[in-house]
């Protein structure tokens, strides 16, 4: 059983930067797809950046592009989200989740672990 435990959230103003973390315990994290999703009040989770097992090949939602990066180091069994130019509307709580599979999808329900989430705060 794989755990993720996220850091990095906070509060930050508008146009500023924040660099969310997500270690991974177990001995299959770099075969593992790895997400980030997250959740606004009163809206429903979604899909935010994705990368593959190898960390070759990532995604981003459209909202997102240009101002978040995601990447690992299977070495450190870690996750990143680097977020630039945030906007007050990228305040959510942010999930670092992972699938038993080398390739992500955008799909929330086809993940198979999830941590307890970070909150992200932008003021405007």
């Known amino acids: 059983q794989v755990q993720l435990v996220e850091s990095g959230g906070g509060l930050v103003q508008a146009g500023g930067s924040l660099r969310l973390s997500c270690a991974a315990s177990?001995?299959?994290?770099?075969?593992?797809?790895m997400a980030w999703f997250r959740q606004a009040p009163g809206k429903e989770r979604e899909f935010v950046a994705g990368i593959t097992g190898s960390g070759g090949v990532t995604d981003y939602t459209d909202s997102v592009k240009g101002r978040f990066t995601i990447s690992r180091d299977n070495a450190k069994n870690t996750v990143y989200l680097q977020m630039n130019s945030l906007k007050p509307e990228d305040t959510a709580v942010y999930y670092c989740t992972g699938r038993g599979s080398s390739w992500y999808v955008r799909l929330a329900d086809r993940y198979d672990y999830w941590g307890q989430g970070t909150q992200v705060t932008v003021s405007s």
């Open positions: 177990g001995r299959t994290f770099s075969s593992n797809a």
